[in-house]
T-cell receptor, first 113, second 108 residues
Framework: DAGVTQSPTHLIKTRGQQVTLRCSPKSGHDTVSWYQQALGQGPQFIFQYYEEEERQRGNFPDRFSGHQFPNYSSELNVNALLLGDSALYLC????????????FGPGTRLLVL | EDQVTQSPEALRLQEGESSSLNCSYTVSGLRGLFWYRQDPGKGPEFLFTLYSAGEEKEKERLKATLTKKESFLHITAPKPEDSATYLCAVQAGNQFYFGTGTSLTVIP
């Protein structure tokens, strides 16, 4: 079982650019949630996808958008990058919108210069 | 405003020295409280879920408890491999909030 995988592992962008991060859920899971974790902080919930639709959303601007594919994998897109978007972006998968036993991936480290 | 606060921010223990980590919360409609362990450069690893005041769960040297306003993660006779950041999170309605974590270092 490969668990939750994310790509790329690291990424460097400049202000104003756009970025796409990718996540493959754990086998058997159908729900994907995305989190932003700034250095020294706890993860902040961005949004959750189930059945290819955004089901829940945290307090993040519309610059953050996502997509879920029929194979349950997901993408996180961030437009018009700001310096403050530099963080570790975590993907978590679960079964059927359940928050219990979310499995987290290793994250993508994004640096915005 | 929904809020999750963890204390202390950092804790250094000698191997075998038991202690407790605290997670206090002010949220509307608590549906569950979660504890995770996070190692440097990795995603959080699920430890426990607690649903109601008075509930307790144990796993090896860790024991989590829950009251109406806070949760404790008790670490008994810790070992160096228990060194990590311990995160508390709550599910309130359809939102999920993490605390800022407690960085635990266990010295041999």
């Amino acid at each position: 079982d490969a668990g939750v995988t994310q790509s790329p592992t690291h990424l460097i962008k400049t202000r104003g650019q756009q970025v796409t991060l990718r996540c493959s859920p754990k086998s058997g899971h159908d729900t994907v949630s995305w989190y932003q974790q700034a250095l020294g902080q706890g993860p902040q919930f961005i949004f959750q996808y189930y059945e290819e639709e955004e089901r829940q959303r945290g307090n993040f601007p519309d610059r953050f958008s996502g997509h879920q594919f029929p194979n349950y994998s997901s993408e996180l897109n961030v437009n018009a990058l700001l310096l403050g978007d530099s963080a570790l972006y975590l993907c978590a998968s679960s079964l059927g919108l359940a928050w219990e036993t979310q499995y987290f991936g290793p994250g993508t480290r994004l640096l915005v210069l | 405003e929904d809020q999750v606060t963890q204390s202390p921010e950092a804790l250094r223990l000698q191997e075998g020295e038991s202690s407790s980590l605290n997670c206090s919360y002010t949220v509307s409609g608590l549906r569950g409280l979660f504890w995770y362990r996070q190692d440097p450069g990795k995603g959080p690893e699920f430890l426990f879920t607690l649903y109601s005041a008075g509930e307790e769960k144990e796993k090896e040297r860790l024991k989590a408890t829950l009251t109406k306003k806070e949760s404790f993660l008790h670490i008994t006779a810790p070992k160096p491999e228990d060194s990590a950041t311990y995160l508390c999170a709550v599910q309130a309605g359809n939102q999920f909030y993490f605390g800022t974590g407690t960085s635990l270092t266990v010295i041999p």
